[in-house]
């Protein structure tokens, strides 16, 4: 007994060790009422389902025993049964209530969110062309009457259950042969509890009408269809209304004793629904819906065209035709020139080592595969840029990696690495606005700018920080010829995380991470902090836990500090009428896995809060994108004061805002069919796009060109960033697909100016329509035709000969010149170790045209008759070595130097341009 109360004690406290860690850390960012609200709202459902589940059941089990039969005649296998049970008939008649109550009352607990919404719920304003029901009764109060009813149905099943064996063992149910004998006590029993329980099924087919506008089973489309509104909802209402005649004919057996008529009742009640919920639809389907399908499902067809452009925020989406010009002429880039000097030649998903070997310095130190594209005003202008966050990685100590220094001495990165987007140096490298260590450039220096980055996405589990200042061992950046040379070092002076200020805190937070360290080290002291659950999406989620976040938190320079930018949707899979898609599937593209939600299944978004970071303090900020939105005011009235106005936002931080790419794809996915607008053309199926695959990669890798950002001008438009990209026909013939160009799909990405000023045409979209008689290569295409060109292939051949390979670099598609311009940088990367990719070739397409030239404008001049008219920001001129390539290793440049060889052989071989108009190659 001792030791089991010693267990249970011990266990009770990891328990409490948990809950006070977590309400210690939504104290210290100041969203505690987000956790008590959960925890109230969790702990009451638990004790509503416990005692929901847990005293029926007990009941009805106390119903049956009370009242069973004294005198009745059992038979000898019943006898033993009461025998073995009697000793223990007390702590079963508890304990089966008890365990199927736990049961409930964890179930009904894990849904605090569906209750909080009902609550709280908010009206859309807007009817379901069925029944003419305001749309926040299916997001808000189906889901959460359909669960009730399902709950209930659980608890009235189990204690009808328990009902019948308690009363066939103690002998007030009885078989002798075909003949039942049941006591009145029983029957009443037992007929009460099936009319209950017909009674909640009757409910359930009512509600099951309104859940046949968020059906998604049918493949033509999402919600009640021509079959469903004939004969598949009458049926459902004529079934509940069946079913509560059942339901009263079983009180009529409590009352006067006989079976017959509820058993009649009941055994009509299934062939009904056989009749009237099964061959009466699938005759309608097969006699009334397919010989004419098109014409009887037009005006459902047209109602789900419409709820789902409504529900993904794509109906307002601004359709123009573009006959694309073919033939490139001079001097046709002379109007695009914001275009064409703003070309993106840097490739975020290929310059990792580049930053890696150039900016990393030490290997504690690392940047993230995939890199962010973003904009700032450089010198009075506005500069397209790839920018990353120089993070920590504790994997790269060696043997450095002790618990004290991964604890105590490296606790976080160092500085914002940014470059060009339209620029290289002359020797293929990037050029960097901002870079070093201590940091330099034009986005921050280290007297106005806080570098060091304590909350990223790769930081360790938890660092311990701050302390009383007197003895500075957190490392703050490498100064020394080595690691053990004279680093500077910092103590943390932010408000990052709890304090361990006292001996209860150190120890909560030793079991927590498993480390004496934190309770016992001398390092830790009364103003010593405890920094954990550092990534910016974890923050995000933890303190907005309705929220679906963005899969690419990006980082951005925000008055002097680097902040973390999130966005969060709303979604929701009970939008009347409107198509479901999976979100994680609609979102992987080349560049980005497919990652896991709670809820893939979707039919509703909003891009409704946008989130900030702070990359020092890890302070997370919430303000309020989309106030419009039904489904975050709802949950504004469950967390008030969580979520700031969007006008709060500085202006700085409002220039940096931008659409975010998950939102874009899922809507890309919607118009590749939803474009279509007219019902018998979306039934025929004519005219479906879909994303064409990374033409980059190999001929068996199925996955999808990303979206990629720009500043451009699209035509009768003004220059903005933009986020775009582009569609081809849906392939129906696989062994011949079609890979020409059918859409151009584009967000204005500019929320706003750095005086406060909000874009009124932040988050238009413009859908370029090409006629379907043009055959404008596609991005597959057009990779297709450089890589057979025999010129280009040549070249490209011998630069991967021997210690080099060759790297294409994602390939734009912009709309200039009357017509749409491909452009690929091309990279070359020695083998070695230590090497980087180096931007050596440009290769450019235009109708049927191809150039290859060392620089974009060379390209360009080249593809329009020697004089483009364009202005490009790549001349290759820049020394790329003014901000830390100076300090690269030598061998870095082995790709440059194994690049000699191949320079002679392709000029031998280059033919002539003006007789066999094939792209000049020079290297």
Do not use: C
């Amino acid at each position: 007994m001792t030791i089991g109360v010693l267990a249970a004690l011990v266990i009770m406290f990891f328990i409490f060790a948990g809950l006070a860690t977590d309400y210690l850390w939504y104290q210290q960012l100041g969203f505690t009422r987000v956790i008590v609200t959960q925890w109230i709202t969790g702990t009451a459902l638990f004790f509503i389902g416990f005692l929901g589940m847990a005293v029926p059941v007990y009941v009805s089990i106390d119903i049956a025993f009370r009242f069973r039969p004294v005198y009745a005649k059992l038979n000898s296998q019943l006898d033993r049964y009461q025998q073995v049970i009697e000793p223990l008939r007390r702590t079963v008649m508890l304990g089966i209530p008890i365990v199927l109550g736990l049961f409930g009352g964890i179930a009904t607990s894990s849904h605090w969110s569906m209750i909080l919404q009902w609550l709280n719920r908010t009206p859309f304003h807007k009817v379901d062309p069925q029944f003419h029901l305001d749309i926040g009764f299916y997001v808000f109060s189906l889901p959460f009457y359909q669960g009730l009813v399902g709950f209930s149905s659980a608890v009235v099943l189990l204690s009808a259950i328990a009902a019948l064996a308690t009363s066939y063992l103690y002998g007030a149910l009885r078989f002798s042969g075909r003949e039942v004998r049941i006591s009145r006590v029983a029957r009443i029993q037992i007929a009460v509890t099936a009319a209950v329980y017909i009674g909640l099924q009757a409910i359930s087919l009512w509600l099951d009408q309104y859940a046949t506008l968020t059906d998604g089973s049918n493949k033509l489309l999402t919600g009640a269809t021509y079959t469903d509104v004939v004969a598949g909802i009458p049926a459902k209402q004529i079934l509940a209304y069946a079913a509560a005649v059942v339901a009263i004919l079983f009180i009529v057996t409590a009352v006067i004793g006989r079976w017959r008529l509820p058993i009649i009742g009941t055994a009509l009640l299934i062939v009904i629904s056989l009749v009237i919920g099964a061959i009466y639809p699938w005759i309608v389907q097969r006699f009334t819906v397919d010989p004419s399908a098109k014409s009887v499902e037009s005006s459902y067809i047209e109602k789900n065209i419409k709820a789902t452009r409504t529900a993904y925020g794509v109906s307002s989406v601004k359709e123009t035709n573009y006959d694309a010009k073919s033939t490139a002429s001079k001097g046709a880039l002379a109007n695009d020139a914001t275009t064409t000097e703003n070309i993106r030649i840097i490739d975020p998903s290929l310059v990792t080592d580049a930053f890696a070997q150039l900016q990393q310095y030490r290997q504690y130190y690392a940047f993230p595969d995939q890199l962010d594209v973003d904009r700032y005003k450089i010198d009075g202008k506005v500069q397209d840029v790839v920018i990353a966050v120089r993070e920590l990685n504790q994997s790269g100590l060696g043997s450095s990696n002790n618990p004290y220094n991964s604890t105590f001495v490296y606790t976080h990165g160092y500085g914002v690495v940014a470059a060009y987007g339209n620029q290289r140096s002359a020797d293929g490298q990037p050029v960097f606005l901002e870079s070093g260590i201590p940091v330099k450039g034009s986005l921050g220096t280290s007297k106005n700018f806080e570098p060091r980055i304590y909350f990223g996405e790769q930081g360790p589990q938890y660092s311990i920080v701050g302390g009383n200042g007197l003895n500075k061992v957190e490392l703050d950046y490498p100064s020394g010829n080595d690691d053990n040379g004279n680093n500077a070092t910092t103590t943390y002076s932010g408000d990052g995380g709890p304090k361990l200020n006292n001996t209860f805190k150190k120890l909560i937070y030793a079991i927590k991470f498993q480390s004496e360290q934190i309770f016992l080290s001398d390092a830790v002291n009364s103003k010593s902090q405890i920094l954990y659950d550092r990534d910016p999406s974890t923050r995000v989620q933890k303190v907005a836990p309705y929220l679906t976040l963005d899969s690419d938190p990006y980082p951005a320079v925000v008055n002097g500090r680097v902040v973390w930018i999130v966005d969060g949707y709303t979604t929701t899979d009970q939008y009347p009428y409107s198509a479901q898609r999976s979100l994680s599937t609609s979102i992987a593209d080349a560049n980005k896995a497919a990652p896991a939600y709670a809820t893939d299944q979707i039919n509703y978004i909003r891009n409704s809060v946008k989130a900030t970071v702070d990359a020092y303090s890890g302070k997370v900020t919430l303000y309020s994108w989309d106030k419009t939105d039904p489904i975050l005011q709802t949950w504004q009235k469950v967390f008030p004061s969580t979520v700031k106005p969007m006008a709060d936002m500085s202006g700085t931080l409002l220039s940096h805002v931008r659409y975010p790419e998950d939102l874009f794809k899922m809507q890309r996915e919607i118009l590749g069919t939803y474009h279509v607008t007219d019902p018998g053309s979306f039934y025929n199926g004519d005219d479906a796009w879909t994303t064409p695959n990374e033409p980059t990669k190999t001929s068996g890798d199925t996955s999808l060109q990303p979206p990629y950002y720009l500043t451009m001008k699209l035509p009768d438009q003004n220059a903005a960033f933009q986020l775009y990209s582009t569609y081809i026909p849906q392939q129906t013939n696989e062994s011949n697909p079609r890979n020409v160009l059918t859409g151009y799909l584009a967000a204005n990405s500019d929320a706003g100016d750095t005086k406060g000023s909000i874009s009124k045409n932040y988050g238009k979209l413009t859908l370029l329509t090409l006629p379907k008689t043009d055959n404008v290569p596609g991005p597959g295409q057009v990779q297709a035709n450089f890589n057979a060109d025999s010129t280009v292939a040549n070249v490209l051949n011998i630069l991967a000969r021997g210690d080099t390979q060759v790297k294409r670099g994602n390939l734009l598609t912009l709309p200039v010149g009357g017509g749409l311009l491909y452009v690929q940088p091309v990279y070359v990367q020695s083998t070695s170790d230590t090497s980087y990719p180096i931007l050596q070739k440009i290769l450019v397409s235009f109708g049927d045209r191809i150039a290859f030239e060392d620089t974009l404008k060379e390209a360009l001049d080249d593809l329009f008759g020697g004089d483009s008219g364009a202005t490009t920001g790549d001349a290759g001129v820049g020394t790329g070595t003014s901000t830390g390539e100076a300090r690269a290793p030598e061998r870095a440049r082995e790709p440059e130097r194994g690049l000699e060889p191949a320079r002679a052989q392709a000029q031998a071989r280059a033919p002539d341009r003006e007789r066999a108009r094939r792209p000049r190659v020079l290297l």
